[in-house]
């Protein structure tokens, strides 16, 4: 680790850390924080996976819809209109949408077939967007001035790095560079995780062995073909599934790279200072 005790981390000139966990934890809300503070530069890894390495699948899968209105495809033959995604950090939908979920295209679904590949575009991605964060610690100094650097991962970066091998390339890289902090829920929060999930089905990013194993699995416990599985049925089966499975991924990336702190420390954590002190008093125990 690049801080290895509390006097190392609060004396620092500079500070770098990368959260990660479960999306729903705080990892942006904390990031949003240290950003308002106005000394901290807030480097969301799924705005980067979705403007940079994604942003032309998103807006050609725009396109592709807008074609099949003979209105639409006549003006944007010509050019005579434009279509953009309107990313941001706080309303990734662009991103999700596109990721889709497979199932029975009468209800939105993709192929299976297409669902994969979309998620190995989006892994692939991920993993280019964490390496990224190495030039944008320069360029955040460079450019702006900031000397402190939050990183905001998205909740499959687990799914990208064997966090059970010392030898990981990615995680080793991003360990160079910042302090690896995990968000730590507790099964009350993860139970309210998978009920507001049932409530508002999203796309999510998987390993491909995880989604073949359990899209097989659901085919056939439910004995259904693929295209008459309901999207969203399949997605809220997946992920009360996913957090479990991402649980021990999670805790072998703190064990082996980084730190862990509770969410529910994390959540009083309202300036830098009370941030500073909880990773301090964390360091202090590892």
Known sequence: MIY??????????????????????????????????????????DYRIGTRYMGEYITDNFKRRAMQDPFLAELLRSDSIYIASNLTFDDLSPLSTYLGKPGDPSKGGLSFDEYQLRQAQHHRAEISALYDTAHFIDRARDLYGYENFVCDSGGSTCEVVDPFSADDP??????????????????????ELVRRFKRAPKPMCYRPEFLSEIWQ??????????????????????????????????????????????YLDLAKCVTPSHLDELIAATLGKA
């Open 217 to 262: 699995e659901y085919l056939d416990k439910n004995k259904l073909k693929e295209d008459e599985v309901d999207p969203n049925a399949f997605m809220t089966f997946t992920y009360a599934r996913a957090i479990a499975a991402r649980e021990p991924r999670y805790r072998a990336m703190a064990e082996n790279f980084g730190v862990t702190v509770s």
């Open 4 to 45: 290895t005790s509390a006097n190392d981390w609060l004396n620092a000139s500079s500070k770098r850390v990368l959260f990660f966990g479960m999306s729903g934890l705080g990892k942006t809300h904390i990031s949003n924080m240290l950003r308002a503070s106005g000394a901290w530069f807030h480097y969301s890894a």
């Open 170 to 191: 990615l995680l080793n890289k991003l360990a160079e560079n910042h302090l690896l902090i995990r968000i730590e829920g507790s099964p009350e929060h993860e139970a």
